[in-house]
Nanobody
Framework: QVQLVESGGGLVQAGGSLRLSCAAS????????MGWYRQAPGKQRELVAS???????NYANSVKGRFTISRDNAKNTMYLQMNSLKPEDTAVYYC???????????WGQGTQVTVSS
């Protein structure tokens, strides 16, 4: 099994920053993609960012230029640096890992990010 533990959420004022972390453990193959989705009440789930094991990155248009995703492959840990936060970024952020050999996602428990105006 694969387990994901995420942390780093909290309350921040608009314009502030947070860094989310997601640590994966278990039967993890080296070829994989990790990232975050977010879910706000009454809103559809949105893919925020992803990063593959060869460091290819993808960002939602709504966060480009503000968020940076990175990873430490040796630790199977992923980070999301969130700068210039906006109230619209308020959501529960769920990290995931997709192991390419299995082609199915594993999910973290979610961490709340709240941005006040």
């Amino acid at each position: 099994q694969v387990q994901l533990v995420e942390s780093g959420g909290g309350l921040v004022q608009a314009g502030g920053s947070l860094r989310l972390s997601c640590a994966a453990s278990g039967s993890i193959f080296s070829s994989n993609t990790m990232g975050w989705y977010r879910q706000a009440p009454g809103k559809q789930r949105e893919l925020v960012a992803s990063i593959s094991s060869n460091t290819y990155t993808n960002y939602a248009n709504s966060v480009k230029g503000r968020f940076t995703i990175s990873r430490d492959n040796a630790k199977n840990t992923m980070y999301l640096q969130m700068n210039s936060l906006k109230p619209e970024d308020t959501a529960v952020y769920y990290c995931f890992i997709n192991i390419h050999y299995e082609n199915k996602p594993y999910w973290g428990q979610g961490t709340q990010v709240t941005v006040s105006s």
